[in-house]
């Protein structure tokens, strides 16, 4: 099984929740399944860019326009799409980690998304619809938040956006374990928070463990 993990968190581990929950995810998986492999991508390490007018001409005019030749400018905007392409196609399961910010992920995460779930490095766009080109089956999203949040909270916008970007090519197995209540200020009991998340990700994780 191979998992590709990325990380959208600026913060050391032991000032990130979200961070604590991967470490926990990925040491219960690997003790369980020494055969997994993981991948790591650090977003702060090697950023992404924001999809670009002549990357989104690269992506879709020869969607658009069968026999579209790109331009050599419109080819080098997509140089870290590419760069991810083979990464992310060989991965079993997507695992993402990141604090919520105003509301959302942090723009790093979702500049990530934007680069990778397009035409060519996610999926083909044919005339019967989306032939995907990845073998992705799962996605467990990692989060952590100052507030609380309730199940289906419309002040949620991390996990619409997770189950549009990754519904859109066929994954819609997706799994949340969220250590909200992390503003020590406010939540008392942001510590027992943290635990609880903590076991949720180890509970995903040996489910993981025992498929193929």
Not at 84 to 91: I, K, M, V, Y
Request: overall charge negative.
């Amino acid at each position: 099984m191979n998992i590709l993990h990325i990380c959208a968190n600026p913060r050391p581990i032991e000032e990130s929740a979200s961070k604590q929950l991967a470490a926990a995810f990925i040491s219960k998986l690997i003790s369980l399944n020494p055969e997994v492999t993981v991948e790591n991508l650090d977003l702060y390490q090697e950023s992404p860019p924001f999809l670009s007018y002549d990357g989104y001409r690269r992506f879709w005019m020869p969607v658009q326009e069968p026999g579209y030749e790109p331009s050599k400018r419109e080819e080098m905007s997509i140089h870290y799409a590419t760069k991810q392409a083979e990464q992310f196609r060989q991965a079993d399961v997507l695992v993402l980690t990141m604090p919520m910010w105003n509301g959302g992920p942090p723009a790093i995460m979702k500049a990530w998304i934007d680069q990778v779930i397009n035409p060519g490095i996610a999926y083909e766009q044919t005339p019967e619809g989306i032939k995907p080109l990845h073998q992705l089956r799962k996605v467990v999203l990692l989060v952590a938040s100052g507030d609380v949040y309730k199940e289906n909270d419309t002040r949620d916008g991390i996990t619409p956006i997770i189950h549009n970007a990754f519904g859109s090519i066929g994954v819609t197995d997706i799994e949340v374990a969220w250590a909200d209540g992390q503003n020590t200020q406010v939540y008392a009991d942001s510590a027992e928070r943290k635990q609880f998340a903590i076991e949720a990700a180890e509970e995903i994780a040996e489910d993981l463990a025992g498929q193929p």
